[in-house]
Nanobody, 127 residues
Framework: QVQLVESGGGSVQAGGSLILSCKADQSTYNTNPRAWFRQVSGKEREAVAVIGRHDDTFYADFVEGRFTISKDNANNLLYLQMNNLRPEDTAMYFC?????????????????????WGQGAQVTVTS
């Protein structure tokens, strides 16, 4: 079992930036893929970005080069740098972890393939 805690959410005007952080309470799963998802109330959770064991990354199409996922294994941290934010990026953002490694493929976009979740960080983008 691993505890994940997100931070860095908040309210920003369109075009602004935010950095989300996700702190794990242990390093056990640091070498496995880690991901960010987001969810708007009443809608399904959708994948945002993933980073694999070897720092390979994939992003959802809507990111369009605006977000960067990264990790700091020494400190059990996962980050999501978000630039040029849009009102449609408003959502609760969740970090996710897996109990075992898996080479990255389209599977990462399905929330059911992730085993641990943080409590979420609210991001609100105003126009």
């Amino acid at each position: 079992q691993v505890q994940l805690v997100e931070s860095g959410g908040g309210s920003v005007q369109a075009g602004g930036s935010l950095i989300l952080s996700c702190k794990a309470d242990q390093s056990t799963y640091n070498t496995n893929p880690r991901a960010w998802f987001r969810q708007v109330s009443g809608k399904e959770r959708e994948a945002v970005a993933v980073i694999g064991r070897h720092d390979d990354t994939f992003y959802a199409d809507f990111v369009e080069g605006r977000f960067t996922i990264s990790k700091d294994n020494a400190n059990n941290l996962l980050y999501l740098q978000m630039n040029n934010l849009r009102p449609e990026d408003t959502a609760m953002y969740f970090c996710a972890a897996r109990t075992w490694n898996r080479y990255l493929g389209d599977w990462w976009r399905d929330s059911e393939n992730w085993h641990y979740w943080g409590q979420g960080a609210q991001v609100t983008v105003t126009s």
